[in-house]
T-cell receptor, first 116, second 115 residues
């Protein structure tokens, strides 16, 4: 158990809908990262938040957005869902993105999204 | 741009055999970090190791060992005396630059250990 929690574990929805995925980082971790794992794209970095502020963006679609709240939990919002958005969405956390000392990211169990 | 190549898509070995998973990376950063993660059939990602670009010392942890060679841009992972519980997809990953938190993953190597 990495200490990172994600809810829900599974989500089934229809095309065009909007969903929210939630992530609680490990105690003391200030950084939250979101990843998408799909069959055709593999593991892709989506976005990184540190202490409430966006720090880095990866291959995140405009239909997707995220935020990190004062209590450090994060939500990933996916809207106008398409069949191709079906994937496993991981959240990861780390202590801090301190300069030279790259922090290891610890992953949550993931949310499996199925768009029908 | 960063790139991680895991040329082995699937590997099957018989239990107790040794197996090496290859990882080749590309980066222009002088400071970077390399990782290995395990994804068992249950789906979660499990952190195995982190290595920074200034530390080329090989590491051994139980049956696991890692060989980092900067000259060939490789970070290979060896499992000694494999067990059925080692069956999983293994991902090599790269994160480059001071303070840069984007992690680039390889496509993974599926390891099947046959009893």
């Amino acid at each position: 158990d990495s200490g990172v929690t994600q809810t829900p574990k599974h989500l089934i929805t229809a095309t065009g809908q909007r969903v929210t995925l939630r992530c609680s980082p490990r105690s003391g971790d200030l950084s939250v990262y979101w990843y998408q794992q799909s069959l055709d794209q593999g593991l892709q970095f989506l976005i990184h938040y540190y202490n409430g502020e966006e720090r880095a963006k990866g291959n995140i679609l405009e239909r997707f957005s995220a935020q990190q709240f004062p209590d450090l939990h994060s939500e990933l919002n996916l809207s106008s869902l398409e069949l191709g958005d079906s994937a496993l969405y991981f959240c990861a956390s780390s202590r801090t993105p301190s300069g030279f000392r790259q922090e290891t990211q610890y992953f949550g169990p993931g949310t499996r999204l199925l768009v029908l | 741009a960063q790139k991680v190549t895991q040329a082995q898509t699937e590997i099957s070995v018989v239990e107790k055999e040794d197996v090496t998973l290859d990882c080749v990376y590309e980066t222009r950063d002088t400071t970077y970090y390399l990782f290995w993660y395990k994804q068992p059939p249950s789906g979660e990602l499990v952190f195995l190791i982190r290595r920074n670009s200034f530390d080329e010392q090989n590491e051994i942890s139980g049956r696991y060992s890692w060989n980092f060679q900067k000259s060939t841009s490789s970070f290979n992972f060896t499992i000694t005396a494999s067990q059925v519980v080692d069956s999983a997809v293994y991902f090599c990953a790269l994160s480059g630059g001071a303070g840069y938190q984007k992690v680039t993953f390889g496509t993974g190597t599926k390891l099947q250990v046959i009893p």
